[in-house]
């Protein structure tokens, strides 16, 4: 069955330092959303992405993070300078279409920031 | 805004047992719903969807179903074992302006089942 694939499995990273989060979607999907969980909180959305651009992001995703598809496979998110707070599960999620069947999730990225 | 409840936050039972969680939201214009499995520091891995239009649906063992009018929706598991030991979460797809839609989780219910 076709997987999400998400790299690195955990990241640990100083305060103000740059990370990038990678994710190789579904192959023929089309849509493509990062969404995190805190510790002990719900999963919530981040961001959509449609057609080499954002679609809808929530009001967590502020100017620090960003988000690319730099080829035809990749989907990267970038926190530019991490805080104490960005500390979560970070995943990735892919969709043929908007709705219809749902999400497909990768196994995640927790990223520690120390 | 959309909020889903998941009660309860916590259930053990015995091996064998049959057992409901319950979901609930509070804007009933979904697209569909979604459950999903979340093992320990794992990721997230999708059990069944329910389309809007549907009232249940079946997996082995799983079997989901939807009142959309009245915000709910239960995830029923027939005979239990430890290894259905996970958080369960519930998220419901809805429409969030433009052409976009979205996933809105629960906080799950934390499910234990002992041997």
């Known amino acids: 069955e076709p997987e999400v694939t998400q790299t690195p499995s955990h990241q640990v990273t100083q305060m103000g330092q740059e990370v990038i989060l990678r994710c190789v979607p579904i192959?023929?999907?089309?849509?493509f959303y990062w969404y995190r969980q805190i510790l002990g909180q719900k999963v919530e959305f981040l961001v959509s992405?449609?057609?080499?651009?954002?679609?809808?992001k929530s009001e967590i995703f502020d100017d620090q993070f960003s988000v690319e598809r730099p080829d035809g496979s990749n989907f990267t998110l970038k926190i530019r300078s991490t805080k104490l707070e960005d500390s979560a599960m970070y995943f990735c999620?892919?969709?043929?279409?908007?709705?219809?069947?749902?999400?497909?999730f990768g196994s995640g990225t927790r990223l520690t920031v120390v | 805004k959309q909020e889903v409840t998941q009660i309860p936050a916590a259930l053990s039972v015995p091996e064998g047992e049959n057992l409901v969680l319950n979901c609930s939201f509070t804007?009933?214009?979904?697209?569909?719903l979604q459950w999903f499995r979340q093992d320990p520091g794992k990721g997230l891995t999708s059990l069944l969807l329910?389309?809007?239009?549907?009232r249940e649906q079946t997996s082995g063992r799983l079997n989901a179903s939807l009142d959309k009018s009245s915000g709910r929706s239960t995830l029923y598991i027939a005979a239990s074992q430890p290894g259905d030991s996970a958080t369960y979460l519930c998220?419901?797809?809805?429409?969030?302006?433009?052409?976009?839609?979205?996933?809105?989780f629960g906080k799950g219910t934390l499910l234990t089942v002992n041997p």
């Open positions: 999620a892919s969709s043929a279409d908007r709705a219809v069947n749902g999400y497909t």
């Open positions: 192959s023929n999907h089309l849509y």
């Open positions: 992405f449609y057609n080499n651009e954002i679609s809808e």
């Open positions: 804007d009933s214009a979904i697209y569909n």
């Open positions: 329910i389309q809007s239009s549907q």
């Open positions: 998220a419901v797809i809805g429409y969030s302006g433009g052409s976009n839609y979205k996933l809105t």
